[in-house]
């Protein structure tokens, strides 16, 4: 089984639209792709039910049958930052469960897409144990695709993301550019310089509202 996790710069940057996007692409080639997220808040109440907005978009997008409940393994109602979600509901983040989860959604798969929630330094667990999402990346032993806006303050955002998972001895497969406008002087300049600056390959540049991700699906 084939794996990416993929990860951003920050928050509302378009990580589950591009995840959708590469699920939906994997499975349009004939390709048994899954996807799973270790945590998700800010989900929707109905009634004793919790939706993880997220997974809802992602299997609806790629046509994925299973219930988006089951592609997340902790779901918290509050729109904070999952460890403190996790704490204001009594609840612990635990990295095994994660692990354990992840090896179960990609059990009957042929690729794995896991998401992560928020940058690298999102911290999921701050009490007697500290876990932010890149152990849960080391954890997982997944390459990370990296997602970044395109526009003004992209370069910034990437080389620092970049840089600090080469620290921690994560390897970053490329990135993703979302929101790019092609012939935008901008657009075009972050591109050129965020390759220069990281080393890493921009894979693909995606449009707003982009109903595809034109992307060579082996370099995943």
Not at 115 to 124: A, D, M, Q, S, V
Not at 141 to 153: F, K, Q, T, Y
Request: hydrophobic share 45%; proline share 3%; charged share 25%.
């Amino acid at each position: 089984m084939k794996s990416i996790f993929v990860t951003a710069t920050g928050t509302d940057v378009g990580k589950t639209y591009i995840s959708a996007l590469l699920v939906k692409a994997m499975r349009d080639a004939g390709v048994d792709a899954r996807y799973y997220k270790p945590a998700l808040s800010g989900a929707v109440r109905e009634g004793e039910r919790l939706i993880p907005g997220d997974a809802a978009f992602v299997a609806e997008c790629a046509g994925l049958q299973q219930q988006p409940e089951q592609m997340v393994s902790y779901i918290f109602e509050e729109a904070v930052s999952p460890h403190l979600a996790a704490k204001r509901s009594g609840a612990a983040i635990e990295l095994e469960k994660l692990a354990d989860d992840r090896t179960k959604a990609g059990a009957a798969a042929e690729f794995l897409l896991v998401e992560g929630c928020g940058g690298l330094i999102c911290p999921l667990r701050r009490d007697d144990q500290s876990l932010m999402l890149a152990d849960v990346a080391e954890r997982f032993g997944d390459e990370l695709l990296l997602v970044a806006p395109a526009g003004l303050g992209s370069i910034n955002a990437a080389v620092l993301t970049a840089e600090y998972a080469k620290q921690r001895g994560l390897t970053v497969r490329g990135i993703v550019l979302n929101g790019y406008e092609a012939g935008n002087f901008l657009h075009e300049d972050n591109r050129q310089e965020i390759e220069a600056l990281t080393g890493l390959p921009v894979l693909a540049t995606v449009a707003w509202g982009a109903k595809q991700i034109d992307l060579n699906l082996a370099q995943l």
